[in-house]
């Protein structure tokens, strides 16, 4: 285990972002008729979809990382 504490600060964020993506995602699954109502529902939908690629990106960076041997 090569750098333990560096792999913990970079994964407690990345796991924050898919935590709020969770609850982004129960937020507008819940007030999904009254955002459509308001017109909001396209943005919510594009936020939650960046959201979920920024996440996913530092996952895949922290994985290669890892197996580089960088962390």
Known sequence: MKNRKLRVLWMVPNIAMYLVFIGLTVFVML?????????????????????LIVAL???????????????
């Open 31 to 51: 007030n999904g008729e009254e955002l459509r109502k308001l017109h909001l529902l396209n943005s919510w939908l594009l936020r939650l979809a960046l959201l």
């Open 57 to 71: 990106l530092g996952t895949f960076r922290i994985l290669s990382w890892i197996r580089q041997g960088k962390m």
